[in-house]
Every structure is written in structure tokens, then in C-alpha cells.
T-cell receptor, first 118, second 110 residues
Framework: EAQVTQNPRYLITVTGKKLTVTCSQN?????MSWYRQDPGLGLRQIYY???????DKGDVPEGYKVSRKEKRNFPLILESPSPNQTSLYFC?????????????????FGAGSRLTVL | SQKIEQNSEALNIQEGKTATLTCNYT??????LQWYRQDPGRGPVFLLL?????KEKRKERLKVTFDTTLKQSLFHITASQPADSATYLC?????????FGSGTRLQVQP
């Protein structure tokens, strides 16, 4: 089944304890992205990647890191989590068949990772 | 600044009626708009895409319009059902940093 898989789905951690949220897709998609979703603010993009070893900042990158060493994986790293990073996180991918700036590229989302930082 | 906005108030309608949700954009003109459905605690799922040179797009009971004069896209669900209850998101996907509206929650009463 074609899908985007995120882990963990739920995590409670403490301030300053490094954590990684993994994201993997089995559709050979070139484009991958991370979003956070907060009440009243909607989905905001954290980082995205057009291809292996190519990453770029989205709207809210502060406090996050990403890497794209393989096409299928795009982990989100919180080096020193803080309570304001408590949120629902989504990974998404797209085939980018219309080229990198084509609005016709449809996103496939993972099921989400709910993170609480105490 | 460039914005894409949706009515944050929930929309409540009776089963069988047509639901109409609005997506407005300001200070720019997106080349594409996409609509997604999101159920509580789950990731958004793609529904429809419309290009700026298309006035209307349909898929089964769903219809999307794109009015570049009004800077607005409307999303319609005809013959609505309780199973259509969800949050619907519009998205400007014509740029690298894909931008979503905050979503409108639809509640269809039986």
C-alpha cells in the first residue's frame, strides 16, 4: 500500500531532550515536507526537500533540523525541544511529476505525530 | 503579505443540503488551488485541484470553482451526508513552500 509512515505517533518528552520523528514513504516521491498543525494556525511548513541532499526552510524552521540522505526517508530532528514545539506534526510527500514549482503536485500525508514537550 | 484564508467558524448544515466552503487569497494570485479533507487526528487527504484558467472542476458530489476576479475559491458538496463531516483545507500549491488555509470544519446533521 502506498503510504507515508511516521513514528512515533505519540510522544511526551521533557524540555531539552533531543528527539527524532521519522518519516518514510514507499512511493518513490522526490518531494518531502514537514508541517506542524496548531489550533487556529492551520498547517505551517517547517522544512521541505526537493530531492536527496536538497533541503530548504519553510515558514517556521526555528528549532528544527532535517536531513535527506535517502529518497524515502526525511527525519525531523528537535535538538533541544521546548514547550512551544508541542504540536501535531505531519510529514507529506509528492511525486513532483509536473516539475518542482508545479501546483499540480498532490501531497500524500502521514497519519501525524502528536508531540508534547513538558 | 500573501495570505490564503478560510472561514474559521464551523459550518453546520442539514443532511441533503449543499455545503459551500470559501477560500480567499489576498495580495497575490495563486496559479493552482487544491482542496483537502482532514478527519480528527488524521492527515489531510487530497480531494480536488483547480488551475487559475479553469472556472470549475467536478468530482462526484464535489465541485470547486476559482474566481480570479473575486480572489476566491468555493468548494461545494451537494447532497451532503453525515459522513462528509470533517475539516476542509484549501492550499496554494503553486510554490515551493506550499501554503494551507487554516481550514473550515463542516458538520452535517442527520
Amino acid at each position: 500500500e502506498a503510504q507515508v509512515t511516521q513514528n512515533p505517533r505519540y510522544l511526551i518528552t521533557v524540555t531539552g531532550k533531543k528527539l527524532t520523528v521519522t518519516c518514510s514513504q514507499n512511493m518513490n516521491h522526490e518531494y518531502m515536507s514537514w508541517y506542524r498543525q496548531d489550533p487556529g494556525l492551520g498547517l505551517r511548513q517547517i522544512y521541505y526537500s526537493m530531492n536527496v541532499e536538497v533541503t530548504d526552510k519553510g515558514d517556521v524552521p526555528e528549532g528544527y533540523k532535517v536531513s535527506r540522505k535517502e529518497k524515502r526517508n526525511f527525519p525531523l530532528i528537535l535538538e533541544s525541544p521546548s514547550p512551544n514545539q508541542t504540536s501535531l506534526y505531519f510529514c507529506a510527500s509528492s511525486l513532483m511529476s509536473g516539475g518542482p514549482l508545479s501546483g499540480a503536485n498532490v501531497l500524500t500525508f502521514g497519519a501525524g505525530s502528536r508531540l508534547t514537550v513538558l | 503579505s500573501q495570505k490564503i484564508e478560510q472561514n474559521s467558524e464551523a459550518l453546520n448544515i442539514q443532511e441533503g443540503k449543499t455545503a459551500t466552503l470559501t477560500c480567499n487569497y489576498t495580495n497575490y494570485s495563486p496559479a493552482y488551488l487544491q482542496w483537502y479533507r482532514q478527519d480528527p487526528g488524521r492527515g489531510p487527504v487530497f480531494l480536488l485541484l483547480i488551475r487559475e484558467n479553469e472556472k470549475e472542476k467536478r468530482k462526484e458530489r464535489l465541485k470547486v470553482t476559482f474566481d480570479t476576479t473575486l480572489k476566491q475559491s468555493l468548494f461545494h458538496i451537494t447532497a451532503s451526508q453525515p459522513a462528509d463531516s470533517a475539516t476542509y483545507l484549501c492550499a496554494d500549491t503553486g510554490r515551493r513552500a506550499l501554503t494551507f488555509g487554516s481550514g473550515t470544519r463542516l458538520q452535517v446533521q442527520p
